[in-house]
T-cell receptor, first 116, second 113 residues
């Protein structure tokens, strides 16, 4: 089956620090990979995605590269801001065997707190 | 604004009570799903639907029922609430074919006492 493992938090950084949140996966088939962000009291928002090996997803200064050889999709940002404080989820889908039920499999989430 | 709308935002139930969590989307998405979020567990799939009239079980379906009579609506029913169902519930719908992205609602925080 599919599974996602991401680094456990919480992660606490000072503003302008470099961020890495590790994510590795196990999947049957060829997965698409996602990072979602959940700000306090809100639902999940798609942050970035990559659908094939060596693709780099990017958004709002965040980046992640689909590494098939290491089955990884680590999230990085060069200079975090207080407003980046949130929970970050790594997730994947794989092509279904028939039908169109692309189900998301999530990691457990990593809480990031950025201090001024 | 277009998106996924969940109601209510907060609910407290007594053990054994029933209720329905509402989810509606106005983006004509075929795929809709319900997740629950628990501390340290990430999000787990409860039920999903690939179109009107078609539903299927996810990872943790016990204690929950769903139906999909229209493309827009996908309600989640708790027939007899239990404390183990205390959680935050998210509805999501998907755009695009293949590995498209998902749009999530803002969640319903349910407490069963």
């Amino acid at each position: 089956g599919n599974s996602v493992t991401q680094m456990e938090g919480p992660v606490t950084l000072s503003e302008e620090a470099f961020l890495t949140i590790n994510c590795t996966y196990t999947a049957t088939g060829y997965p698409s990979l996602f990072w979602y962000v959940q700000y306090p009291g809100e639902g999940l928002q798609l942050l970035l995605k990559a659908t094939k090996a060596d693709d780099k997803g990017s958004n709002k200064g965040f980046e992640a590269t689909y590494r098939k050889e290491t089955t990884s999709f680590h999230l990085e940002k060069g200079s975090v801001q207080v407003s980046d404080s949130a929970v970050y989820f790594c997730a994947l889908t794989t092509p279904p065997r028939g039908g169109s039920n692309y189900k998301l499999t999530f990691g457990k989430g990593t809480l990031l707190t950025v201090n001024p | 604004n277009a998106g996924v709308t969940q109601t209510p935002k907060f609910q407290v139930l007594k053990t054994g009570q029933s209720m329905t969590l509402q989810c509606a989307q106005d983006m004509n998405h075929e795929y809709m799903s319900w997740y629950r979020q628990d501390p340290g567990m990430g999000l787990r799939l409860i039920h999903y639907s690939v179109g009107a009239g078609i539903t299927d079980q996810g990872e943790v379906p016990n204690g929950y029922n769903v139906s999909r009579s229209t493309t827009e609506d996908f309600p989640l029913r708790l027939l007899s609430a239990a404390p183990s169902q205390t959680s935050v519930y998210f509805c999501a719908s998907r755009w695009g074919q293949g590995a498209g992205g998902y749009t999530f609602g803002s969640g319903t925080r349910l407490t069963v006492v």
